[in-house]
Protein backbone atom coordinates (compact mmCIF):
# COMPACT_ATOMS: atom_id res chain seq x y z
CA UNK A 1 0.00 0.00 0.00
CA UNK A 2 1.11 3.78 -1.00
CA UNK A 3 -0.12 6.81 0.65
CA UNK A 4 0.64 10.31 -1.08
CA UNK A 5 0.62 13.27 0.83
CA UNK A 6 1.67 17.02 -0.05
CA UNK A 7 -0.01 18.15 -3.08
CA UNK A 8 -2.06 21.61 -3.17
CA UNK A 9 -2.27 24.71 -5.15
CA UNK A 10 0.52 26.58 -5.70
CA UNK A 11 1.25 29.97 -8.12
CA UNK A 12 3.61 29.60 -11.18
CA UNK A 13 7.36 29.67 -9.79
CA UNK A 14 6.16 28.23 -6.55
CA UNK A 15 7.27 24.95 -5.15
CA UNK A 16 5.83 21.38 -3.28
CA UNK A 17 6.66 18.66 -2.36
CA UNK A 18 5.04 15.25 -2.37
CA UNK A 19 5.30 12.27 -0.30
CA UNK A 20 4.31 8.58 -0.64
CA UNK A 21 5.33 6.12 2.61
CA UNK A 22 4.89 2.54 1.83
CA UNK A 23 3.51 -0.03 4.06
CA UNK A 24 6.54 -2.57 3.20
CA UNK A 25 10.13 -2.29 2.05
CA UNK A 26 11.00 -0.21 -1.17
CA UNK A 27 14.45 0.02 -0.62
CA UNK A 28 14.85 -2.85 -3.67
CA UNK A 29 12.21 -1.57 -5.94
CA UNK A 30 12.33 0.45 -8.59
CA UNK A 31 9.77 3.69 -7.57
CA UNK A 32 8.29 6.55 -9.43
CA UNK A 33 5.73 9.12 -9.86
CA UNK A 34 3.39 9.54 -12.00
CA UNK A 35 1.13 11.92 -13.26
CA UNK A 36 -2.45 12.51 -15.28
CA UNK A 37 -4.11 15.80 -16.23
CA UNK A 38 -7.50 15.58 -16.78
CA UNK A 39 -8.53 14.46 -20.25
CA UNK A 40 -5.03 13.15 -20.89
CA UNK A 41 -3.32 9.64 -20.26
CA UNK A 42 -1.21 8.92 -17.58
CA UNK A 43 2.31 9.61 -17.90
CA UNK A 44 5.99 8.83 -16.51
CA UNK A 45 7.61 11.76 -14.20
CA UNK A 46 10.32 10.18 -12.83
CA UNK A 47 11.80 7.05 -11.57
CA UNK A 48 14.53 5.73 -8.85
CA UNK A 49 16.17 2.73 -9.15
CA UNK A 50 17.04 0.18 -5.92
CA UNK A 51 20.93 2.16 -6.94
CA UNK A 52 19.17 5.60 -6.75
CA UNK A 53 19.82 5.71 -10.10
CA UNK A 54 16.97 8.71 -11.30
CA UNK A 55 15.26 9.26 -14.96
CA UNK A 56 13.49 12.09 -15.30
CA UNK A 57 10.78 12.89 -18.73
CA UNK A 58 11.94 15.66 -20.34
CA UNK A 59 9.77 18.37 -18.79
CA UNK A 60 10.97 18.15 -15.85
CA UNK A 61 14.40 17.75 -16.09
CA UNK A 62 15.86 20.75 -13.34
CA UNK A 63 12.71 21.17 -12.10
CA UNK A 64 11.94 18.00 -10.04
CA UNK A 65 13.93 15.70 -8.02
CA UNK A 66 12.97 12.75 -6.68
CA UNK A 67 14.35 10.78 -3.94
CA UNK A 68 13.93 7.75 -1.41
CA UNK A 69 14.57 7.41 2.28
CA UNK A 70 15.07 3.39 2.54
CA UNK A 71 14.78 3.27 6.11
CA UNK A 72 11.76 5.45 6.02
CA UNK A 73 10.12 3.24 3.38
CA UNK A 74 9.55 6.94 2.06
CA UNK A 75 9.92 8.29 -1.26
CA UNK A 76 9.91 11.74 -2.44
CA UNK A 77 9.29 14.23 -5.12
CA UNK A 78 10.47 18.08 -4.56
CA UNK A 79 9.09 19.96 -7.53
CA UNK A 80 9.68 23.67 -7.93
CA UNK A 81 9.40 26.62 -10.63
CA UNK A 82 6.09 24.71 -11.20
CA UNK A 83 4.52 25.78 -14.34
CA UNK A 84 0.27 25.60 -14.79
CA UNK A 85 1.47 22.25 -17.16
CA UNK A 86 2.40 20.70 -14.09
CA UNK A 87 -1.31 20.55 -12.87
CA UNK A 88 -2.27 17.09 -12.42
CA UNK A 89 -2.96 14.03 -9.90
CA UNK A 90 0.16 12.67 -9.06
CA UNK A 91 0.73 9.03 -7.96
CA UNK A 92 3.32 7.28 -6.64
CA UNK A 93 4.12 3.39 -8.03
CA UNK A 94 6.35 0.64 -7.08
CA UNK A 95 7.30 -2.45 -8.83
CA UNK A 96 9.35 -5.07 -7.18
CA UNK A 97 12.70 -4.87 -9.25
CA UNK A 98 16.01 -3.62 -8.88
CA UNK A 99 16.34 -1.96 -11.99
CA UNK A 100 13.42 0.68 -13.73
CA UNK A 101 14.42 -0.54 -17.42
CA UNK A 102 14.35 1.38 -20.66
CA UNK A 103 10.36 1.19 -20.40
CA UNK A 104 9.93 3.10 -17.04
CA UNK A 105 7.39 5.41 -18.09
CA UNK A 106 5.00 2.98 -18.88
CA UNK A 107 2.48 2.62 -15.93
CA UNK A 108 1.40 -1.12 -16.75
CA UNK A 109 5.29 -2.20 -15.19
CA UNK A 110 4.19 -1.27 -11.91
CA UNK A 111 2.21 -3.36 -10.05
CA UNK A 112 1.03 -1.37 -6.52
CA UNK A 113 -0.38 2.51 -7.09
CA UNK A 114 -1.10 4.90 -4.16
CA UNK A 115 -4.47 7.00 -4.25
CA UNK A 116 -3.31 10.14 -6.01
CA UNK A 117 -2.57 13.59 -4.72
CA UNK A 118 -3.93 16.92 -6.71
CA UNK A 119 -1.49 19.93 -7.63
CA UNK A 120 -2.79 22.31 -9.24
CA UNK A 121 -0.49 25.03 -10.40
CA UNK A 122 -2.24 28.29 -11.36
Known amino acids: QLVESGGGSVEAGGSLTLTCVAHGNIRHSCAGWFRQAPGKEREGVAV???????TYTESVKGRFTISRDGAKNTLYQQMSSLIPEDTSVYYC????????????????????WGQGTQVTVS
Open 93 to 112: ATRPVPFCGNYWYSDAQFNT
Open 48 to 54: IDSFDQK
